[in-house]
C-alpha cells in the first residue's frame, strides 16, 4: 500500500455534522490526492496538494476542505456533512508531478444518515 | 466491496487463459495512460503504465497495448489466475502539468477456476 495509511476505515455520521478524515504517508511523497469513488464514476478527484499548506480543487471539491500542515498528513474535511458525501475515499501520492503512477491507500467509506 | 451495485462490465475467464480488458479513453492529447486492479475492500493498485511514444509494454504476466489512432488502451493478462478476479480500470493523464489523472469506470473480471 505504498506506505499509506487512511483513517478511519469507516464512518458513520448524521447529516449537518462535521467529518475529518486523514490520510498518513511515510514515502516523503511531495503530492497529494483526495479521489471519492462511487457506483457508476470513475474516481473522481475532490483535492490536491503539492506541499505543505500547497493545496488546489479537484473536479467535485464543493462541501470539502482540505489541509497539509506537514508533509506526511493529508486531512480532509467535510465542513457540514450530506447524504450525497457517501462514499468510498481514497487517497493517494506520487513523487513527481508528471508522468507518475498515484499510490493509492485502503480507503475509508464513509455513510452519511 | 466498494465496487458493489456498479454494475459494471464483466469478463468471465477460465483459470489459465488469456484475459484481455479494454480502454476507451477521451483526450487526443493524453500521453500517459495507467492501469490499475481493485480488490474489493481496497485500493487502486498499479500494474503497469505507458507513454504514448510506445505502442506496446510488458510486465510480468501483463501487457499494455496503445492505439492513439482510436483512442484504444487495452491490458492483457496470460495465463490468468484466481487472483486476478478484480476490477482493472485505465486512467489517462490530464495535461495540465499536474499529474491529476481521469479514470475509466472499470471492467469486472471474474477468474472460474
Known amino acids: 500500500d505504498a506506505g499509506i495509511t487512511q483513517s478511519p476505515r469507516h464512518k458513520v455520521t448524521e447529516t449537518g455534522t462535521p467529518v475529518t478524515l486523514r490520510c498518513h504517508q511515510t514515502?516523503?511523497?511531495?503530492?497529494m490526492y483526495w479521489y471519492r469513488q462511487d457506483p457508476g464514476h470513475g474516481l473522481r478527484l475532490i483535492h490536491y496538494?503539492?506541499?505543505?499548506?500547497?493545496?488546489d480543487k479537484g473536479e467535485v471539491s464543493d462541501g470539502y476542505s482540505v489541509s497539509r500542515s506537514k508533509t506526511e498528513d493529508f486531512l480532509l474535511t467535510l465542513e457540514s456533512a450530506t447524504s450525497s458525501q457517501t462514499s468510498v475515499y481514497f487517497c493517494?501520492?506520487?513523487?513527481?508531478?508528471?508522468?507518475?503512477?498515484?499510490?493509492f491507500g485502503n480507503g475509508t467509506r464513509l455513510t452519511v444518515t | 466491496g466498494e465496487n458493489v451495485g456498479l454494475h459494471l462490465p464483466t469478463l468471465s475467464v477460465q483459470e489459465g487463459d488469456n484475459s484481455i480488458i479494454n480502454c476507451a479513453y477521451s483526450?487526443?492529447?493524453?500521453?500517459?495512460f495507467i492501469w490499475y486492479k481493485q480488490e474489493s475492500g481496497k485500493g487502486p493498485q498499479f500494474i503497469i503504465d505507458?507513454?504514448?511514444?510506445?505502442d506496446k509494454r510488458q510486465g510480468q504476466r501483463v501487457t499494455v497495448l496503445l492505439n492513439k489512432t482510436v483512442k484504444h488502451l487495452s491490458l492483457q493478462i496470460a495465463a490468468t489466475q484466481p487472483g486476478d478476479s478484480a476490477v482493472y480500470f485505465c486512467?489517462?493523464?490530464?495535461?495540465?502539468?499536474?499529474?491529476?489523472?481521469?479514470f475509466g469506470k472499470g471492467n469486472q473480471v471474474v477468474v472460474i477456476p
Open positions: 493517494a501520492i506520487s513523487d513527481t508531478l508528471q508522468d507518475s503512477p498515484l499510490h
Open positions: 514515502e516523503n511523497h511531495r503530492y
Open positions: 496538494s503539492y506541499g505543505v499548506k500547497d493545496t
Open positions: 483526450n487526443s492529447a493524453s500521453d500517459y
Open positions: 505507458i507513454r504514448s511514444n510506445m
Open positions: 486512467a489517462e493523464n490530464a495535461v495540465d502539468g499536474n499529474n491529476r489523472l481521469a
